[in-house]
């Protein structure tokens, strides 16, 4: 991959991060799973993993059925490792301010 096309994959990565996180924050947890090759996982700091899109549909929908959360997901420092084929592996750091109710907490 040229410099560039390295640099488009990380905006886009980027972005993907961004809209996950909002999705999360602001009730459309019913359409996390998409994000998600239909192989993808969505790891947590238990090492529990939730692998394919069906399997993070349901991680979410279960979290649902618990009740309502008020919650701000932050990401930062995303380290990346672009190959020549295309694909692409990352990890990023979370803080999360959340609490289980409806807002002003």
Known sequence: MTPLEELLARVEIEALVAEFAWRIDHGETDRIAE???????????????????????????????????????????????????????GTCILLLFAADGAPPL
């Not at 996982?41 to 959360?69: D, F, K, L, P």
């Not at 930062?76 to 190959?83: P, Q, Y």
């Open 35 to 89: 994000l998600f090759t239909s192989d993808g996982w969505y790891g947590r700091e238990t090492g529990e993993r939730s692998v394919g899109r069906e399997a993070i549909a349901r991680a979410y929908a279960n979290r649902a059925v618990v009740g309502q959360r008020t919650a701000r997901h932050l990401f930062t420092n995303l380290r990346l490792t672009v190959r020549p084929e295309g694909s692409a592996e």
